[in-house]
């Protein structure tokens, strides 16, 4: 096929990923949960504020790991 057939042929869906994709999607979303709880309670120990920091890292870990998933979901759509 020429590059110019491929330029005229109407784009399909792209292929859906393997498993190692999925697993990478698991992995970093668990390590941003993870990063984010250990920062929370090194900062509460760190300024006896528990379970503030906790929370908050958490939640911005928690955020971090959904943004991350979009990102590499959207690279299929």
Do not use: C
Not at 4 to 30: H, R, V
Not at 43 to 69: C, E, N, R, W, Y
Request: glycine share 10%.
């Amino acid at each position: 096929m020429s590059p110019e057939d491929e330029a005229q042929s109407p784009k399909g869906p792209k292929p859906l990923p393997g498993g190692f994709a999925f697993l990478n999607m698991g992995f970093s979303a668990a390590v941003m949960v993870a990063l984010g709880v250990l920062l929370g309670l090194w900062l509460d120990s760190k300024f006896h504020t528990s379970p503030l920091f906790l929370l908050i890292g958490l939640a911005l870990g928690l955020f971090m790991a959904a943004m991350s998933v979009i990102k590499q979901i959207r690279t299929y759509l």
